[in-house]
């Protein structure tokens, strides 16, 4: 049974600093990760995924770092801006009808 | 269409009444899945549809609940009879559907807020 942890609810970061957003897995099937950015009031947005032949993923000002060995995977948002402010979840898409488990999500609040 | 559209965006019921909530996937999608998100919980896996296949309807919380596709593309996702704890946002999403071993994006639609009083 795959599980996907988000331990930090919520994240305070100032504008233009580093935003790190963790999240821990077990038993994933695919070892196929997604990021997903969701503002009140709307569906989730994708923002970037990483698969299990590569550590790293890079689109712009997000980064996303696959850690297999200790089964962690983190999103870096450099620099952060306002309109960053949003409920950051990660998904792992191994269900058995490929459908995504999703964290519980992280509140990302950027201060400008 | 540009993206995937759910509708309506609200719906408002009183308990023990049915209600049919809609999905447009994104054209030429052939995969399509249906989750929900109750008040300070995650998302909620609840059916998915490939093509013509019959759907993974695993994730649906009781018999009350059940979805069709027709003509692989439009999904409806009834819930009968429903209950208080059924107030949720309930998410649609679909993806290209043809990549072998789960490695595709779903795209999500704004979803609709169901409130059961």
């Known amino acids: 049974d795959q599980q996907v942890k988000q331990n930090s609810p919520s994240l305070s970061v100032q504008e233009g600093r580093i935003s790190i957003l963790n999240c821990d897995y077990t038993n994933s099937m695919f070892d196929y990760f997604l990021w997903y950015k969701k503002y009140p009031a709307e569906g989730p947005t994708f923002l970037i995924s990483?698969?299990?032949?590569?550590d790293k993923n890079e689109d712009g000002r997000f980064t996303v770092f696959l850690n297999k060995s200790a089964k962690h995977l983190s999103l870096h948002i450099v620099p952060s801006q306002p309109g960053d402010s949003a409920v950051y979840f990660c998904?792992?898409?191994?269900?058995?009808?490929?459908?995504?488990?999703f964290g519980s999500g992280t509140q990302l609040t950027v201060l400008p | 269409g540009a993206g995937v559209s759910q509708s309506p965006s609200n719906k408002v019921t009183e308990k023990g009444k049915d209600v049919e909530l809609r999905c447009d996937p994104i054209?030429?999608?052939?995969?399509l899945y249906w989750y929900r998100q109750s008040l300070g919980q995650g998302l909620e896996f609840l059916i998915y549809?490939?093509?013509?296949?019959?759907?993974?309807k695993s994730g649906l919380p009781s018999d009350r609940f059940s979805a069709e596709r027709t003509g692989g593309s439009v999904s409806t996702l009834t819930i009968q009879r429903t209950q208080q704890e059924d107030s949720a946002v309930y998410l649609c999403a679909s993806s290209f559907g043809g990549t072998v071993g789960g490695q595709e994006t779903q795209y999500f639609g704004p979803g609709t807020r169901l409130l059961v009083l």
């Open positions: 998904a792992d898409a191994s269900g058995s009808a490929r459908q995504l488990t």
């Open positions: 054209s030429g999608h052939t995969a």
């Open positions: 990483i698969s299990s032949i590569k």
């Open positions: 549809f490939q093509g013509n296949s019959a759907p993974d």
